[in-house]
């Protein structure tokens, strides 16, 4: 989201990445604080980093359409992991 956020030219485009990571982080903090309160070991984050490169390698509307597709699937995938959390709690077959 950052990367998206620096290349972008356009302001509402780029005020639409800085929310998504503002909001992602959030996220991040939330789920690691529940793993810790409950003795879960988490993953650790991705050690990548974010060039200072401002050229576009893509469109913008690419670039949106990939935060469209991966929110999706975050969405899906916790989903997912509720169902068979609230599974296991009431349904111990």
Same mark, same amino acid.
């Given at each position: 989201?950052?990367?998206?956020?620096?290349?972008?030219?356009?302001?509402?485009?780029?005020?639409?990445?800085?929310?998504?990571?503002?909001?992602?982080?959030?996220?991040?903090?939330?789920?690691?604080?529940?793993?810790?309160? =409950?003795?879960?070991?988490?993953?650790?984050? !991705?050690?990548? %980093?974010?060039? $200072?490169?401002?050229?576009?390698? @893509?469109?913008?509307?690419?670039?949106?359409?990939?935060?469209?597709?991966? =929110?999706?699937?975050?969405?899906?995938?916790? !989903?997912?992991? %509720?169902?068979? $959390?609230?599974?296991?709690?009431? @349904?111990?077959?």
């Amino acid at each position: 989201m950052i990367g998206f956020a620096q290349v972008t030219k356009t302001k509402e485009v780029k005020a639409y990445f800085v929310k998504g990571m503002e909001l992602a982080k959030k996220q991040i903090d939330e789920f690691t604080k529940i793993l810790l309160d =409950n003795n879960v070991q988490f993953s650790a984050t !991705s050690g990548s %980093t974010v060039t $200072t490169s401002t050229i576009a390698p @893509f469109s913008e509307k690419l670039m949106m359409c990939c935060v469209h597709y991966l =929110n999706g699937f975050s969405i899906v995938g916790i !989903s997912l992991g %509720t169902f068979f $959390t609230l599974r296991n709690l009431y @349904f111990p077959f």
